[in-house]
């Protein structure tokens, strides 16, 4: 293993990468990685732990930006059809293309095993020091809990989105092209799952840093009863898996006393309110500070964006638009004026307002993180605020789906979690109905829906629409003929350099 000269540069930049390059490397040292990651102090570990989350961040256009591009496969945000060559068009047709998207593939699989090398190293070499108190231990292992959690969300979206997986041995002496690929099951049932199950017994359940950035207990039972509904679909299809999902839901919902519904959908996503406690885990992102900046700068502002109070053309690069049919169909709740912008000083039309079916690409905008500019926008190409991975929503909706999936049956806890969510957004101010059916498929429609509402442009969609086999349904103007459609599957190609480098044979159809 690669050895490091000075032990104060682990401290601060932690731990080496892996890739599909050999890292089984020799540099002249003093002492090696692993000698040193085994004594190390408890502050240490947790600049070791943090690391972990630049490992996932991976830079301005890491995970923030290839998750949701992926999305665009789904039924609530949209590409500009009008740039020259978007790449974006593919994932639109359910078809994408191992050439033109390769750049998502390669980083998405790098930053994902990336974190997952980085947090093998910390489980696997890192012990509490023999001298350590039994309180003193149980804190290291609350700490080194976190990296089992990266561990088991860095594989969940890896069998997500790309189907088998290599496994990477926790000890560090191999790299994904030494290993053979593993299927879905396999990966639950050895990493994913008991990684997770873990954490969910060590982390703390207040958050080491004081807010989301950190998980608690919470965050990693509710990805874990997420974990759980996945199994229960495509492409597993274990349906016993429906009733473990809601036993985590609901003991997140019954026993956290930490994570609290936000009361104001909007507050959620206010730069100065990005703290609150609904968040279970988020990437913290900060511009200003050159600190895992986000990309809800340029990205999701229009190409003919005018800053009036500039006076100062801003146009935006459209990455994202809404689909007109997601904001179409979108109640007219609170909701609805924070997460679209549908007028807009417009460059094209001399600087005055349009709307939004007026505008030159005819589509609304998201304008659900045009708070975290830090009051310019348009003007930078990065962010502040939250990606957000886990709320107390998620719990929630998790709960309310998974118990009438495992029972058949609709209780009254599963519509308090829905009513919840609805009652907030201000349905009942809107003269909007409250969920009341307890028809097991109605509901279930209605819980699909909601969180198409609730969690708009939160990069979810594409997975739920996946487990539940809903694509063709949603996406039924596409489906026929589709990359999809003709393969009989959903998952995304192995990254080419990976296939040529280990004569693994790609997802079919690639």
């Given amino acids: 293993m690669k050895k490091l000269t000075y032990l104060a540069t682990l401290a601060g930049s932690m731990l080496i990468a892996t890739s599909c390059v050999d890292l089984n490397q020799e540099p002249q040292s003093f002492i090696s990685e692993e000698e040193y990651i085994s004594t190390i102090n408890q502050e240490s570990l947790e600049k070791a732990v943090s690391a972990l989350y630049n490992n996932l961040w991976h830079d301005n256009y890491g995970f923030n930006s290839r998750i949701q591009r992926i999305q665009v496969c789904a039924d609530e ?7 020259p060559g978007n790449e974006l068009a593919y994932y639109d047709q359910l078809s994408p293309n191992i050439g033109a998207n390769t750049a998502d593939f390669d980083t998405s699989w790098e930053l994902f095993y990336f974190t997952i090398a980085n947090a093998n ?53 191999e790299t994904t092209i030494n290993c053979p690929l593993s299927t879905p099951e396999e990966v639950y049932n050895k990493m994913i799952v008991p990684s997770l199950e873990y954490a969910v017994t060590w982390l703390p359940e207040t958050p080491r840093s004081g807010n989301s950035s950190t998980p608690t207990k919470w965050a990693a039972e509710t990805c874990l009863a997420d974990v759980y509904i996945t199994m229960a679909g495509w492409p597993l299809k274990k349906e016993e898996y429906y009733a473990k999902a809601a036993e985590a839901a609901k003991d997140v919902l019954d026993h956290n006393e930490y994570h609290q519904q936000e009361a104001n959908y909007e507050d959620l996503w206010k730069e100065t309110n990005k703290n609150n406690s609904e968040f279970m885990f988020c990437l913290h992102h900060s511009h200003a500070n050159k600190v895992m900046a986000s990309n809800y700068g340029k990205s999701y502002y229009p190409a003919d964006f005018y800053n009036k109070k500039e006076e100062k053309a801003r146009n935006g690069w459209a990455d994202y638009y809404a689909r007109k049919e997601a904001f179409e169909n979108y109640p007219n709740d609170k909701r609805k004026k924070w997460n679209f912008m549908t007028e807009w000083y417009s460059t094209a039309n001399n600087n005055q307002i349009v709307q939004w079916q007026d505008s030159p690409d005819g589509l609304p905008c998201i304008s659900k993180y045009y708070n975290y500019n830090q009051g310019n926008p348009g003007e930078n190409a990065q962010a502040n605020g939250v990606t957000c991975i886990y709320r107390l929503a998620d719990a929630k909706l998790l709960y309310a789906e998974a118990s009438t999936r495992a029972t058949g049956s609709v209780n009254q806890d599963a519509l308090d979690a829905i009513n919840e969510i609805q009652k907030r957004a201000g349905y009942e101010d809107a003269n909007i109905a409250l969920t009341t059916t307890t028809d097991p498929q109605a509901f279930l429609e209605d819980v699909s829906k909601e969180r198409s509402y609730e969690f708009f442009a939160e990069m979810r969609r594409w997975f739920e629409l996946v ?44």
């Fill in 467 to 510: 487990r539940t086999e809903q694509v063709s349904v949603k996406r039924a103007e596409t489906w026929n003929g589709s990359f999809f459609q003709t393969q009989g599957h959903y998952y995304f190609p192995i990254p080419s350099a990976q296939i040529l480098l280990t004569g693994w044979t790609n997802n079919p159809g690639y």
């Fill in 77 to 83: 945000i949209t590409y500009r059809a009008a740039k």
């Fill in 121 to 173: 190293k910390l489980i696997y070499f890192a012990k509490a020091p023999s001298d350590a108190t039994e309180e003193e231990v149980t804190k290291f292992n609350s700490v080194l809990a976190e990296a089992y959690f990266m561990r088991g969300l860095s594989y969940f979206y890896l069998v997500r989105m790309y189907g088998n997986v290599p496994i990477i041995p926790e000890n560090g002496n």
